[in-house]
């Protein structure tokens, strides 16, 4: 079992940023790929990051690219997201989760075992 928690959203107007935090408990971090999906009221759930689990390969959604990177402290049992230039549409709760599978960077939300409880982000226009 891996344990995932959230933490780093809030209230911030457009154009500001943000960093989410992910930390892991349970089994050894450095065996799972990570992964940032986001969920905004009405819609389906998103990919929008995920980190290999050395942190060298990183995929992301086409609607973040050049805005937020995803970058993961091995040594800390942590993942982040960092946001900028955020935008109204951005507004959703973020999700951390972990593959076991850590010889592929999945960008599907059913490959991913284990999720955190998720944090809320609201970007005011």
């Known amino acids: 079992q891996v344990q995932l928690v959230e933490s780093g959203g809030g209230l911030v107007q457009a154009g500001g940023s943000l960093r989410l935090s992910c930390t892991a408990s349970?089994?050894?971090?450095?065996?799972?790929?990570m992964g940032w999906f986001r969920q905004a009221p009405g819609k389906e759930r998103e990919f929008v990051a995920a980190i290999s689990w050395t942190g060298a390969t990183t995929y992301y959604a086409d609607s973040v690219k050049g805005r937020f990177t995803g970058s993961r402290d091995n040594a800390k049992n942590t993942v982040y997201l960092h946001m900028n230039s955020l935008k109204p549409e951005d507004t959703a709760v973020y999700y951390c989760?972990?593959?076991?599978?850590?010889?592929?960077?999945?960008?599907?939300?059913?490959?991913?075992?284990?999720w955190g409880q998720g944090t809320q982000v609201t970007v005011s226009s």
């Open positions: 349970g089994r050894t971090f450095v065996n799972y790929v």
């Open positions: 989760a972990a593959d076991g599978d850590y010889a592929r960077v999945s960008l599907t939300a059913r490959d991913y075992d284990y």
